[in-house]
């Protein structure tokens, strides 16, 4: 996922170690998305959707 958000251009990517199973999406300091609210990881297209919209 990160060479895909790379090539949109998505600066500073910053993967993290969470608790298991965490997943989340923050954008300039924003949550966009968390999967402890949805109960499933995103797909590719939504995190790219996600960014291109902030």
Known sequence: ???RL???GAA?????????????????GTLK???SKTGRFP???EVED????S
């Open 1 to 3: 996922m990160r060479e």
């Open 6 to 8: 790379e090539k949109l």
């Open 12 to 28: 500073d990517i910053e993967l993290r170690a969470g608790k298991s199973g965490q997943f989340d999406v923050t954008v300039d």
């Open 33 to 35: 998305y968390t999967r």
């Open 43 to 45: 797909t590719d297209d």
């Open 50 to 53: 996600l960014l291109q919209s």
